[in-house]
């Protein structure tokens, strides 16, 4: 069983943390939820998550790390142990992922440099080093990134597929869009 590490802002984009925190958890991903700054994470929309931990508590036991976007993304930027854990997972050969504006901490860290990369739209500028395409989902490499909520739950399949096999990824596919 994979362990991935979700890192939850104030003002995250709720679809992105909900939805793919519901995805990997029905593959049976041991997902954690940490918070940036509080437990009590507050997405854009007002919707409010207790998160198992802080961030800052957290080690790099992890298979993966996962940033959900959101006006909340700045928040990521502010962060050197995330940046600091960014580079260190991105080195490690862990998986790397973001969607909607949170690919933008990707390339503040250094590590989006020739890497095929999608975002949300109007962040293209913040993409320093990356290889824009116009994918709902883009993997290279390790790094998987995503446009926006609408791609929440193929980033989700993406994520189950680099870290439990695209066997998983099938099976959680086909029951999750039986539901649908």
Do not use: W
Not at 15 to 42: C, F, M, N, Q
Not at 105 to 123: N, Q
């Amino acid at each position: 069983m994979s362990k991935a590490i979700m890192i939850l802002a104030q003002d995250f984009e709720e679809t992105e943390a909900i939805t793919v925190a519901d995805i990997l958890r029905r593959a049976g991903v041991d997902l954690r939820l940490a918070a940036l700054s509080e437990l009590h994470v507050t997405g854009a929309h007002g919707v409010t998550i207790v998160a198992d931990s802080l961030f800052a508590d957290e080690g790099d036991g992890y298979d993966a790390v996962i940033l959900p976007g959101g006006p909340g993304a700045r928040h990521y930027l502010q962060s050197s142990k995330l940046m600091e854990a960014i580079k260190r997972y991105f080195n490690a050969g862990k998986t790397v992922a973001a969607i909607c504006a949170a690919p933008a901490a990707l390339a503040a860290a250094g590590i989006m440099d020739g890497k095929s990369a999608v975002c949300y739209p109007g962040f293209e500028a913040d993409m320093k080093g990356a290889k824009l395409t116009d994918a709902p989902v883009v993997a290279d490499g390790g790094v998987i990134t995503a446009k926006g909520p609408g791609a929440a739950v193929h980033f989700g399949l993406k994520l189950i597929e680099a870290l439990e096999g695209e066997a998983a990824a099938k099976e959680i596919s086909e029951k999750f869009i039986a539901f649908i």
